[in-house]
């Protein structure tokens, strides 16, 4: 399986983040994937602050 960000989603990320990364690879942000049979649930978790955004596109 392929997972993608996608340029609309990677504009959503910056615009919500607010925090510096604290390490030296400046990595702060896990992605989560999670596959179903309407379409895929996607997760972006801040390290730093604990906050979460849901990237899931509407399924309406």
Do not use: Q
Not at 1 to 11: A, G, H, Q
Not at 18 to 38: E, H, N, R
């Amino acid at each position: 399986m392929l997972f993608k960000i996608t340029t609309e989603m990677e504009k959503k990320i910056k615009k919500w983040d607010s925090c510096k990364a604290v390490d030296v690879t400046g990595a702060k942000f896990s992605y989560t994937f999670i596959p179903t049979s309407l379409g895929t649930v996607i997760h972006v978790h801040c390290d730093i602050c604990n906050r979460e955004l849901d990237l899931t596109e509407d399924w309406g």
